[in-house]
């Protein structure tokens, strides 16, 4: 392992916009080490005052939709803007395998060498809610090194859409004309958080992406209005042949602009924070039963004759709840 | 309070389908008292090899779409088949204010009376999961009185619904045509959990149910396929005319015989024994959290610097749980 640099040198070189020590900082927010975890919390707490200023923006879809194309596409747009951009992934799958398929620098040939972007790929260990952890973690220190813009790309498996969508500022879903069924990849509920559909890979025979957009338009209306109040649109694009790109970051700056004034995006904020806080005590405290030894031997036992129906839940319930009171 | 019987007299009471000692003994699972919990679990307990044979049933739809009328008509032709039939309630408002809107005697005056049917309003204490978990008990003891089968009916209004759809077979949404928004009262969710919609109140002039039936039929179609590998059907019917009955109640029986078939019924019954174990650790746990004095106090002091973004939500975890360890 490499040598960890100080808090001192940490925080200098992030908001110095140092991309090697942002790296290195992100490295040690992922770290499961206690000592690292100690130092990765007062680096946090010592970047606070200087994060909260980017616009975040969740990029979700199934695998083959196109996420890399459409990111290196959007990306330059927004690069030639003059804006600062940082993409992270969050990847519960590869994360498990050990491997990440996300956020790999060679799918975005452009991005990855440009000077004003930079990319990381999903932290490759840890559960779910951990990287989601991490991920926010790293989405601050970006914002620290003064990225203007930070993607999450997420492969739209469902609960990691929720926690990407409880860290950033507008949600994007990219789908693709489907050979019958529009809506294959999609999960529950997915399309209900969305605040803004894409279809992607409009460069076949244009009529099948502008009926599948129409098809989605359709199927919003019957889906609640989002808590910004804004209703989501449809675009549809050409991430290969760059077409619509500009359209879609034309309406994210709109929509950017239209939730600070209308107090919603700062509202937005302040309730992540505190969703965040009650979701990570849950978390915790479903860390602190379920690793329990001692309930897990017992669970093992009951589990059997729950779902046989020999044992009520209730009952199950408080044997194994008595036996954690017992324990701590 | 009125003195308890004994484990005997409960057990023997509710498998003779004695109506008088099933209420009771539904009062003495709904108590907060420890000594009738305690008898409570060994009621429960007893009765466990007796329960499960019901076919169960959720009626959910906002106030005003007619549910008790529907109820009312509904349950009249279960009982011509010779079917027992329970009326259970879930009302977390209801609950709040210590006053039972649902599953009111009064507004089913039929079925009050059949001797066939047994209407239990909802508990009138506790919070949501409590009220739950006690209909969840009530629906147990009603199946070990030989009901066959069982509808709980919930107000819509979204966290209930996701319970009661962990305890039932079929999901039943009651809606009724719009003066133009058909969507109104339906919370995120419902709609992907619903196994049957059923547009009410097509009395008026037939077109409005007809093409609320058909916009419905659309909005379905953009949505993920249940669990259970059946696409929901949308009828219409008049409770009040008693018109569209009859076929509704076929395709209950259609999708019963279905889930059998298919296998789906007893994988899910297992899956929500298990779900619910899970879910009730969870409350217990949180429980044990939240209603610390020294949490509570604690909490009060962060809540408002995580809200303002001056403290980091994963350091008030910290602290938090630290705390928490600590007490226990």
């Known amino acids: 392992m490499r040598p960890r640099l100080t808090l001192k040198q940490y925080t200098t070189g992030i908001l110095a916009a140092d991309r090697h020590i942002l790296s290195r900082a992100i490295t040690l927010v992922e770290s499961q080490l206690p000592t690292d975890k100690q130092l990765a919390q007062e680096l946090i707490k010592a970047l606070m005052p200087h994060t909260g200023r980017a616009f975040r923006i969740a990029i979700s879809g199934a695998p083959g939709v196109g996420k890399s194309t459409f990111l290196e596409t959007l990306g330059s747009t927004i690069v030639q803007q003059e ?5 992270l992934a969050v990847d519960p799958s590869s994360s498990r395998s050990g491997g990440s398929i996300l956020g790999d620098k060679s799918r975005m040939p452009l991005l990855a060498q440009h000077p004003q972007v930079y ?11 951990g990287v989601a952890e991490h991920t926010r973690e790293a989405m601050l220190l970006c914002e620290a090194a003064g990225y203007a813009y930070i993607c999450i790309e997420t492969v739209g498996v469902g ?22 069924d529009e809506l294959q990849g999609i999960k529950r509920g997915i399309l209900e958080m969305t605040d803004l559909l894409v279809i992607n890979k409009a460069d076949g025979p244009g009529s099948q992406a ?15 209005t989002p808590a910004s109040g804004i209703a989501p649109p449809v675009f549809t694009c050409s991430a290969l042949e760059r077409t619509g790109i500009t359209e879609i970051w034309q309406y994210i700056l709109h929509f950017q602009k ?28 479903l860390g602190l039963f379920y690793k329990n030894k001692d309930i897990q031997d017992l669970l093992h036992n009951l589990e059997p004759q729950i779902a046989q129906g020999q044992l009520w839940p209730g009952e199950a319930v408080q044997r194994l709840i008595d036996r954690f009171k017992n324990q701590e």
Do not use: C
Request: aromatic share 6%; proline share 5%; hydrophobic share 40%.
């Open 210 to 224: 502008a009926s599948a957009a129409q098809q989605f338009r359709m199927a919003l209306k019957y889906l609640p």
């Open 258 to 285: 239209q939730i600070i004034e209308n107090g919603f995006l700062e509202r937005q904020r302040k309730n992540q924070n505190l969703d965040w806080m009650h979701h990570q005590i849950q978390n915790e405290l």
């Open 119 to 129: 990319i990381r790929p999903s932290p490759t260990t840890g559960i779910l809610g």
């Open 83 to 87: 804006h600062k951009l940082a993409i």
């Open 159 to 180: 609960q990691s859409e929720t926690m990407v969508q409880q860290m950033t500022d507008l949600f994007l879903l990219l789908m693709m004309p489907g050979a019958g």
